[in-house]
């Protein structure tokens, strides 16, 4: 099966900070690559698809590249309402949606 | 409104089986996979499973087959997840998830349903 690799596992930065997730397949995936956001207490939401095109109604301040293997999801400027915990998941194969194994962010 | 309601809590002996649902309104429910992620406490997201809610066609991961079992009921758009032989590990927040018509990604999650598996 594929494995999904997330880095860091938790991160502390600064309102404004540019933030940079990152999330390795162990093979290909092509762009099949989601991104979620889960604040605490809540329910995941989903911030990106096809890893690079948002979400309708989440901020643009949100960014997703990559292709192949490895992935990243950006903040542009950190805000206080994104601290959560963000997942990749994987979606190339309908028998294994597999998601890696978060990212929590927090300010500093 | 479209959303995804689910079951409340349920507690349960190790060896037992537990069946949750989970109610679909606000769009067709035959149209969209639900799916089934669980969470266990300060852990991450684990996919366990899909349904189709039109043909009933079911797809587990590896790791629950013979073990887990999801169906429907249509008249009453309604989706369930029926998890055998438990034992402490399994205690979890168990969601059902709405497949999107494109692909295999999640737009629309229910609130959870926590599965404690206890003696």
């Known amino acids: 099966d594929i494995q999904m690799t997330q880095s860091p596992s938790s991160l502390s930065a600064s309102v404004g900070d540019r933030v940079t997730i990152t999330c390795r397949a162990s093979q290909g995936i092509s762009n099949y690559l989601a991104w979620y956001q889960q604040k605490p207490g809540k329910v995941p939401k989903l911030l990106i698809y096809a890893a690079s095109t948002l979400q309708s109604g989440v901020p643009s301040r949100f960014s997703g590249s990559g292709s192949g293997t490895d992935f990243t999801l950006t903040i542009s400027s950190l805000q206080p309402e994104d601290v959560a915990t963000y997942y990749c998941q994987k979606y190339n194969s309908a028998r294994a949606l597999t998601f890696g194994g978060g990212t929590k962010v927090e300010i500093k | 409104q479209v959303q995804l309601v689910q079951s409340g809590a349920e507690v349960k002996k190790p060896g037992a089986s537990v069946k949750v649902s989970c109610k679909a309104s606000g769009y067709t429910f035959t149209s969209y996979d639900i799916n089934w992620v669980r969470q266990a406490t300060g852990q991450g997201l684990e996919w366990m499973g899909w349904?189709?809610?039109?043909?009933?066609?079911?797809g587990y991961a590896q790791k629950f087959q013979g073990r887990v079992t999801m169906t429907r009921n249509t008249s009453i758009s309604t989706a369930y997840m029926e998890l055998s032989s438990l034992r402490s590990e399994d205690t979890a927040v168990y969601y059902c998830a709405r497949r999107t018509f494109v692909d295999w990604y999640f737009d629309l999650w229910g609130r959870g349903t926590l599965v404690t598996v206890s003696s």
């Open positions: 349904m189709n809610p039109n043909s009933g066609n079911t």
